[in-house]
């Protein structure tokens, strides 16, 4: 049997990116930065933004690194207008990078995903747990999963917070899924967006 097709519309899209130093919370900053770039990315609730890894710079924030990548996870459909980022300068902050070249990916099966923040609906951990248990069956994923380390990051109505979430010995089909869909909300902050861990 093929793959659903919902999973075979949603792709990676990886930009190289240059500049200066970034602010250490920079997702709403980021996204913000993207929907003035190409408007039409705002068009799609499923468009997933995951913030750029950059080396630390201790209290000046973060700095890119060479193979520093702006990630970015969409349907298939959008990714004519992502790629528009190419060759723009962005400012998040006050600082200014520039989006490079970019190379678009499918999904790939991985056994072990990995989330850095999962949006929490309720404040503790126990409520988190529930609400995790229950998105995973929505999607079918019957799957044990450990939450780690809560963080937060700004949202534009205020703090938003969420824990990291690991998941092991998954079945191909369910970490296609698990990727495609995402659990909880905030997309475009990187919350929920699972990657391989090895």
Do not use: N
Request: glycine share 12%.
């Amino acid at each position: 049997m093929g793959q659903p097709a919902a999973r075979l519309m949603v792709v990676d899209i990886a930009f190289a990116v240059s500049g200066g130093r970034l602010p250490r919370d920079h997702s709403l900053a980021l996204w913000q930065a993207l929907e003035r770039a190409v408007p039409s990315l705002a068009e799609d609730e499923a468009t997933a933004v995951l913030p750029i890894r950059a080396a630390s710079a201790g209290e000046l924030g973060l700095v890119l690194a060479r193979r520093s990548r702006l990630l970015m996870r969409l349907p298939e459909a959008r990714v004519a207008a992502a790629l528009e980022l190419c060759g723009k300068r962005l400012e998040l902050g006050g600082a200014l990078i520039e989006v490079g070249a970019a190379k678009t990916r499918p999904l790939v099966p991985h056994a072990t995903l990995y989330s850095q923040r999962v949006a929490a609906e309720f404040d503790g951990e126990p409520a988190f747990v529930g609400q995790v248990a229950r998105a995973l069956a929505c999607l079918g994923i019957h799957s044990e999963f450990i939450v780690g380390k809560r963080s937060g990051t700004r949202g534009i109505e205020g703090e938003l917070t969420g824990y990291s979430v690991m998941l092991a010995e998954l079945a191909p089909s369910a970490s296609l899924t698990l990727q495609a869909a995402g659990l909880g909300a905030h997309r475009r902050l990187g919350f929920g967006v699972f990657v391989g861990h090895k």
